[in-house]
């Protein structure tokens, strides 16, 4: 058996007069990076983990103001990322000893401090944080909790202040800001990416401009891509199960086709609200539409009739989880079929970006006879198992 065929190497043979030398297969270790990198991803690969933070701006006649920041405050205290399980985080401060406890909530107070800046006429203003949710009886709450999840910042506005501008660091993620001026009888709404300042709120006069269509068209498209990269695991690893397919490039074309249509028809239809599914459904069946497309890599090195069908299937699925997406982040109604396209637009090129680094990272070994075995077989088998993992974590809740 040969190390062409996957098995052991046999006794090295010469290359015939005048043949160049085959180059052989990357070693072991490095043919099984990919399930690597992906088993340690796990973790942090719950379902659209792309969390919005709420930011509620109260903005007052008296000049008083409070910003209400909807968060896991929990996760923050002790350090952890949002995804572990609420009640047990709770448990774990609940059992602190009470000095600690405090401790843990000053630390919290001066982390927002310094994550989080508000700006009148360009002069940060200094706020005090509390935790006003233990406040609350405990059928109030959502989940259980120890500080809760709102992080109220308030303060006093500088007399004859013209404008105002807020911003949360990257720790956040995308921003949905709401803000409401009391005096003027004002709500406006913004979207804001990762780590990107609000655009400056008027004070001083009872209407505030929109965002223009150019502004909602960037901050769309730039939330489309970063669903995919770095964001959407899922997503990314449904395309590069696509890309292992073959190393031929009409393959992939023809795929990346049929999911391209999909997805935009259903996150057109569900945003207009012709037809969804609950996250309950849509989540566990793109979970299922990754295993299956990797499965079949492993299965076979060529297109079959049927594949193009299956994934166009598939991509009527994870456009319905784009809409879920978009859905959480809001679209504004002046601008409602500008940020639906930008948003579509800034996936397509989040999946192009994710095709063209896997090229640039394996498409040097694409055309060797080794490829197969060394790379598309132990990646694509990662890449099932994952989707497995997903599929029964989803399905029960896990």
Same mark, same amino acid.
């Given at each position: 058996m040969t190390a062409d065929s996957g098995g052991l190497a046999g006794p090295t043979r010469p290359n015939p007069p005048g043949q160049a030398a085959e180059r052989r297969p990357p070693p072991r270790w490095r043919s099984s990076l990919p399930i690597v990198l992906l088993i340690t991803a796990l973790p942090s690969a719950a379902a659209h983990d792309f969390s919005i933070t709420d930011v509620l701006a109260i903005f007052k006649s008296d000049e008083t103001y409070c910003v209400d920041i909807t968060c896991d405050l929990d996760a923050l205290a002790l350090g952890v990322g949002s995804e572990q399980q609420p009640a047990v985080l709770a448990e774990v401060l609940r059992n602190l000893p009470p000095e600690e406890q405090s401790q843990r909530a000053a630390n919290l107070r001066a982390l927002i401090e310094k994550r989080v800046r508000i700006r009148f006429d360009a002069r940060p203003a200094e706020y005090a944080v509390s935790f006003p949710d233990p406040t609350l009886p405990p059928s109030a709450a959502a989940s259980p909790t120890f500080l809760g999840v709102t992080a109220r910042l308030s303060g006093r506005a500088p007399r004859e202040a013209r404008e105002v501008v807020i911003w949360l660091s990257r720790a956040f993620g995308p921003v949905r800001l709401t803000l409401v001026h009391q005096q003027h009888g004002v709500v406006v709404r913004q979207v804001l990416g990762p780590g990107e300042e609000s655009r400056a709120f008027r004070l001083d006069v009872p209407l505030i401009d929109a965002a223009s269509r150019p502004e909602v068209a960037w901050q769309y498209a730039r939330l489309g891509?970063?669903?995919?990269l770095p964001r959407g695991l899922d997503h990314i690893l449904f395309v590069l199960a696509l890309f292992l397919l073959s190393v031929r490039l009409r393959p992939l074309l023809w795929q990346v086709t049929a999911f391209t249509l999909a997805h935009t028809t259903t996150l057109a239809l569900a945003m207009y609200g012709v037809f969804s599914l609950p996250p309950a459904v849509v989540e566990p069946l793109i979970a299922a539409s990754i295993a299956y497309a990797a499965i079949e890599n492993v299965l076979t090195a060529e297109?079959?009739?049927? $594949?193009?069908?299956? +994934?166009?299937?598939f991509g009527l699925l994870h456009g319905m989880g784009f809409a879920g997406v978009l859905t959480a982040l809001g679209v504004p109604r002046s601008e409602f079929v500008t940020a639906l396209v930008s948003f579509n637009a800034g996936v397509e090129l989040g999946q192009l970006a994710v095709i063209l680094l896997a090229?640039?990272? +394996?498409? @040097?070994?694409?055309? $060797? $006879? @080794?490829?197969?075995?060394?790379? +598309?077989?132990?990646?694509?088998?990662?890449?099932?198992?994952v989707g497995l993992f997903w599929a029964v974590q989803r399905t029960f809740g896990l």
């Open positions: 891509f970063e669903h995919i297109m079959k009739p049927w $594949r193009p069908a299956l +994934v166009f299937g090229l640039a990272i +394996v498409g @040097w070994w694409r055309r $060797r $006879r @080794w490829y197969r075995a060394a790379i +598309v077989i132990p990646a694509s088998a990662a890449i099932a198992a």
